[in-house]
């Protein structure tokens, strides 16, 4: 089975703090995604990236950055986390653009 | 670019009543097509999905969903359902497995079901 990992389920940071959300795929995709899911906003893709060192923004990439380094591993960066950034984050891989879900991380800025 | 409209927020059935949620994307080519379901508290979780050939796509969970290009819509159906149904449901279209693919979501229906 495909495996994502989101590192953490529950953040509490602070506004103004740098905050680093790391998700792991054990399957070799080369396609990762972020997205944030609000109620009633659905899904909405920040960022994705289809190779190391490539990323490409989605619909709302505004206060977000990310970073592929590894084919495993795909970061989020909230340079300067504010209270509206305060969401569900769901990392996922693809494959034939299948994707397969992290559990998510509930990130509160406070 | 593409788009994913589920026009219905809120559906409720009762357990055994027969099931339809609704989905219209936007997109000039064919496109792959998926349903995806949360339940309460968990990750997302695969139905179903159409990339090409038979219109009539068969899912797990009893569901199934049909492709009708001249309405550009892949909507979700079940014959009957059951309590263990209630979640949300999303919707999402991809332009085709190329490598730089990206896939994009509706804005989801949660189902309830009345006992």
Redo the contacts between chains.
């Keep these: 089975d495909v495996k994502v990992t989101q590192s953490s389920r529950y953040l509490v940071k602070r506004t103004g703090e740098k905050v680093f959300l790391e998700c792991v795929q054990d399957m070799d995709h080369e396609n990762m995604f972020w997205y944030r899911q609000d109620p009633g906003l659905g899904l909405r893709l920040i960022y994705f990236s289809y190779d190391v060192k490539m990323k490409e923004k989605g619909d709302i990439p505004e206060g977000y950055s990310v970073s592929r380094e590894k084919k495993e591993r795909f970061s989020l960066i909230l340079e300067s986390a504010s209270t509206n950034q305060t969401s569900m984050y769901l990392c996922a891989s693809s494959f034939l653009a299948e994707a397969f879900f992290g559990q998510g991380t509930r990130l509160t800025v406070v | 670019a593409q788009s994913v409209t589920?026009p219905d927020?809120h559906i409720t059935v009762s357990e055994g009543a027969s099931l339809e949620l609704r989905c219209n994307y936007s997109y000039g080519a064919t496109p792959?097509l998926?349903w995806?379901v949360q339940s309460p508290g968990q990750?997302?979780q695969?139905l179903l999905?159409y990339?090409s050939g038979d219109t009539l796509v068969q899912g797990i969970k009893g569901f199934e969903a049909e492709f009708k290009r001249s309405q550009s819509s892949f909507n979700l159906r079940k014959p009957s359902v059951h309590w263990s149904d209630a979640a949300e449901y999303?919707c999402?279209v991809?332009?085709?497995?190329n490598?730089?693919?990206?896939?994009?979501?509706?804005?989801?229906t949660r189902l309830h079901i009345l006992p």
């Design positions: 589920q927020i792959y998926f995806y990750g997302l695969l999905k990339f999303f999402a991809a332009s085709g497995g490598r730089d693919d990206k896939i994009i979501f509706g804005k989801g």
